[in-house]
């Protein structure tokens, strides 16, 4: 690959590892480091490990077009100072997908090889996986099956670097949009920073759900036929204590208010949660105690929930509830269907002693 691209990926990298690039009085590069990256930083952070002599490097916002940046490096060679510089627009802040940087180290995606396969998601709406060549100027290279093709990067809305496991025999596997939940348990999984979605229970409960910060998220909702007579709405925040690669850990609170007439109640669940695995399989475990107004049971609930995927976009799904007073658990199974923004569940909801195949269960979400 050419030794520019590498350079230029690596710094655009960079700007997206720990927080957004901010823009407030000077442009920050990333919040630890500040606007500049020292020899050290560069150290420490496996950056511009190809430029001999390296210096320091800056991230500036050109005088001239509020919304062009400058990202230049100073490095020796031959005793002399040497300088180099890229430009590239504000969309620059948009062209890495959240999900890279929930891995454990950055240090792989640095060393960027010619076979680098990258998910293009363009401003038209629509999406496309490629072989990535190279990054040239404001152009982006890339190979198809219709031979190598270039698109200037303004026209893109955001580029995900998708790592081996996305592949099988060739074929791309998607990524589950909706890891933060089973059915409706939540799993250990944080929703990060500005991710947010939509979603409908059994087509009669809308709700929503954003992400604050990387690790607290909020969301809520309320019945559509809620009146003067009867009123329901619900809140979920949700805090994520720890997330490695293969566990999370999480706590929050599903508090339901209920009213009618001139009585009204809150009634809901405190609870931590646990997921074990990564989203293509996963174990998570699951304890709340429930509460009606300022009175908290005595006994916890339990949830014990699985996932497993078994397609390209389809995953297995399992999420088994046993409640305080219940003689057994209520299990609930079936089938997730997830394109890159919409998951859809199907499953059954029973227990061993009924005597029907089970309630049916349906959710739709959306993920923006």
């Known amino acids: ?102 891995q454990d180290s950055l240090n792989s995606y640095l060393a960027v090889s010619a076979d680098l396969n990258i998910k293009l998601g363009l401003k038209s709406g629509s999406t496309i996986i490629v072989k990535f060549e190279r990054w040239s100027g404001n152009t982006i290279e890339f190979e198809t099956e219709f031979g190598q093709q270039d698109i200037n990067i303004d026209k893109i809305e955001n580029i995900l670097f998708l790592e081996e496991r996305h592949f099988k025999d060739g074929e791309y596997y998607a990524t589950d949009p909706n890891y933060t939940r089973l059915f409706f348990a939540p799993t250990g999984r944080a929703l990060k920073k500005g991710a947010g979605y939509f979603a409908d229970y059994e087509l009669v409960f809308p709700g929503f759900a954003y992400g604050i910060t990387d690790k607290f998220s909020f969301g809520g909702g309320i019945f559509p036929f809620s009146s003067g007579d009867f009123f329901l709405a619900w809140i979920t925040p949700k805090y994520t204590i720890m997330e490695t690669k293969d566990r999370a850990v999480a706590i929050g609170l599903l508090n339901i208010i209920i009213s009618g007439g001139d009585d009204s109640e809150n009634v809901g669940i405190l609870y931590g949660t646990t997921t074990f695995g990564e989203s293509d399989k996963a174990l998570t475990v699951g304890i709340g105690y429930g509460y009606v107004g300022s009175n908290l049971a005595e006994k916890p609930m339990i949830m014990i929930g699985g996932e497993k995927r078994i397609g390209k976009r389809t995953k297995f799904l399992t999420e088994n509830w046993l409640f305080p007073g219940m003689d057994e658990p209520l299990f609930t199974f079936g089938i997730r269907w997830f394109g890159d923004k919409l998951a859809a569940d199907f499953g059954l909801m029973r227990t061993l002693k009924m005597e029907f195949i089970g309630f049916p269960w349906l959710d739709i979400v959306v993920n923006f």
Do not use: C
């Open 1 to 102: 690959m050419n030794i520019i691209a590498k350079i230029v990926i690596s710094h655009f990298l960079l700007l997206f590892v720990f927080n957004s690039m901010m823009l407030w009085g000077q442009t920050v590069i990333t919040h630890p480091i500040g606007d500049r990256i020292t020899p050290e930083e560069a150290i420490e952070y496996s950056l511009f490990s190809d430029i001999a002599g390296f210096e320091i490097a800056e991230l500036q916002l050109s005088p001239a077009g509020g919304d062009k940046y400058t990202l230049t490096y100073y490095y020796r060679s031959g005793g002399k100072l040497e300088t180099s510089s890229f430009r590239f627009g504000d969309g620059i802040k948009k062209l890495m997908n959240r999900s890279l940087f929930q």
